[in-house]
């Protein structure tokens, strides 16, 4: 039985996000590597891994670079160039800029994410879209890939100054729904921000393990359910 909200992630979610970055830097690592005749491709892309892994590691910092993604891609592009010794850095921000623009260009949308928000919306479930990031990135991808129509709610990090795993996200998501804790569920790719910030509010916490890599060993986060595809939301309809 589904509930009588939903509130969903973006990216990872109904977006495929992940998925298109380590091909786009392996191909500019090939591309870069070539150019300045001092590195091994492989290397450049361990280094650059390195340093993203580091800078994205921290939740300040995340917090703070997913609100200007560019600037992150650049700082930690150079970062590793001056760990390996690159003295171009002027490459390193071309580098990043490209990755930037690339990516932009090549996420797409889950094969099913379109069928199953249209069999939900037709079963009178009510949508919120809660996604963190940068005002105009995020909102140009709700755009781009026409998904205002099935929300009566979109909460974009950027355009509001909180984010998630702030309570204020979910509170003013379930307030737009006209809805309780008990009525809806959450469901997303990130364990912290879409799982146990929403079940520390009584939200049933759904996590979409996109990438089917199971939980991490040790997790203090356990989802009430978990899928692989937002589509086992409505098995039976698609
Ligand atoms: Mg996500």
Not at 51 to 59: A, R, Y
Not at 65 to 75: E, H, I, K, P
Request: hydrophobic fraction near 40%; proline fraction near 3%.
């Amino acid at each position: 039985m589904l509930p009588k909200g939903i509130l969903i992630d973006l990216d990872d979610t109904i977006l495929a996000y992940s998925a298109v970055a380590e091909p786009i830097w392996k191909k500019l690592c090939q591309e870069y590597a070539g150019r300045m005749d001092s590195i091994q491709p492989e290397r450049l892309f361990g280094g650059i891994k390195k340093m993203s892994d580091w800078f994205w590691s921290d939740k300040e910092r995340h917090k703070k670079g997913r609100q200007d993604l560019n600037s992150a891609r650049r700082f930690t592009v150079s970062l590793a160039f001056r760990e390996l010794k690159l003295e171009d850095l002027s490459l390193a921000e071309e580098m990043a800029d490209r990755f930037s623009a690339q990516r932009e260009e090549e996420i797409f949308i889950f094969e099913k994410a379109e069928g199953t928000l249209e069999i939900l919306t037709r079963q009178n479930i009510s949508l919120a879209l809660m996604t963190n990031g940068e005002a105009k990135k995020q909102r140009n991808k709700v755009q781009r890939f026409n998904l205002e129509r099935f929300f009566k709610s979109i909460l974009i990090e950027g355009e509001m100054g909180f984010g998630k795993p702030e309570e204020a996200v979910y509170k003013r998501a379930m307030m737009e729904l006209d809805l309780g804790p008990d009525e809806v569920w959450a469901v997303g790719d990130n364990l912290e921000f879409d799982v146990s910030g929403p079940q520390k509010l009584g939200i049933f916490g759904v996590w979409n393990d996109f990438s089917r890599q199971g939980l991490p060993s040790g997790s203090e986060v356990i989802p009430d359910r978990i899928i692989y595809d937002i589509s086992e939301l409505v098995e039976e309809g698609l």
